[in-house]
T-cell receptor, first 109, second 116 residues
Framework: GNSVTQMEGPVTLSEEAFLTINCTYTATGYPSLFWYVQYPGEGLQLLLKATKADDKGSNKGFEATYRKETTSFHLEKGSVQVSDSAVYFCARRANDMRFGAGTRLTVKP | DTGVSQNPRHKITKRGQNVTFRCDPISEHNRLYWYRQTLGQGPEFLTYFQNEAQLEKSRLLSDRFSAERPKGSFSTLEIQRTEQGDSAMYLC??????????????FGNGTRLTVT
């Protein structure tokens, strides 16, 4: 089965709402963890990453903390904007890069 | 260098035909990956190269699929005798091997294949 499980979408929020997208992973050893974003009509772009336990990745107001004890890497943003509307993918990299199924976020004005 | 480039952007073909896609990675990247993505799913790993060597291939990948990277630069992905189930977005990505597991993958915009 897939080694990355993320919150099912779609998620719809109003502008300035708080966002959490849950992600858990399975892997042997100590993988690196990533969040990618795919805006409409565009390719996947790296949003943030963390390479070891307790690291916090951050970019564009988004944050995620590598939690080894709960094997999680939840994505958060304190105040979403309409321009954050996209599909978000959690990924883990051990020997290969595995992705979750993606969570579609729609932010309404 | 503007990133990973894939051609064509779209390909429509009839069932049973062969198709070939091309990927040009970021020039200094020595690793190149192929993924497949269907609607509502995350990218599914197909295969990857380090330089010209194909190091891993998904066990789920049909033998109708073959990939090459003859000079360690661009890569081609060929699908023989296409089937309707092959319809998907085919993504190419590249990275630096030296960054280890922390090195992110940089993706192209993909080639969308439709098999009729």
């Amino acid at each position: 089965g897939n080694s990355v499980t993320q919150m099912e979408g779609p998620v719809t929020l109003s502008e300035e709402a708080f966002l959490t997208i849950n992600c858990t992973y399975t892997a042997t050893g100590y993988p690196s963890l990533f969040w990618y974003v795919q805006y409409p009509g565009e390719g996947l772009q790296l949003l943030l990453k963390a390479t070891k336990a307790d690291d916090k990745g951050s970019n564009k107001g988004f944050e995620a903390t590598y939690r080894k004890e709960t094997t999680s890497f939840h994505l958060e943003k304190g105040s979403v904007q309409v321009s954050d509307s996209a599909v978000y993918f959690c990924a883990r990299r051990a020997n290969d890069m595995r992705f979750g199924a993606g969570t579609r976020l729609t932010v309404k004005p | 260098d503007t990133g990973v480039s894939q051609n064509p952007r779209h390909k429509i073909t009839k069932r049973g035909q062969n198709v070939t896609f091309r990927c040009d990675p970021i020039s200094e990247h020595n690793r190149l990956y192929w993924y497949r993505q269907t609607l509502g799913q995350g990218p599914e790993f197909l295969t990857y190269f380090q330089n010209e060597a194909q190091l891993e291939k998904s066990r789920l990948l049909s033998d109708r699929f073959s990939a090459e990277r003859p000079k360690g630069s661009f890569s081609t992905l060929e699908i023989q005798r296409t089937e309707q189930g092959d319809s998907a977005m085919y993504l190419c990505a590249s990275s630096l091997a030296e960054g280890g597991m922390g090195s992110p993958l940089h993706f192209g915009n993909g080639t969308r294949l439709t098999v009729t």
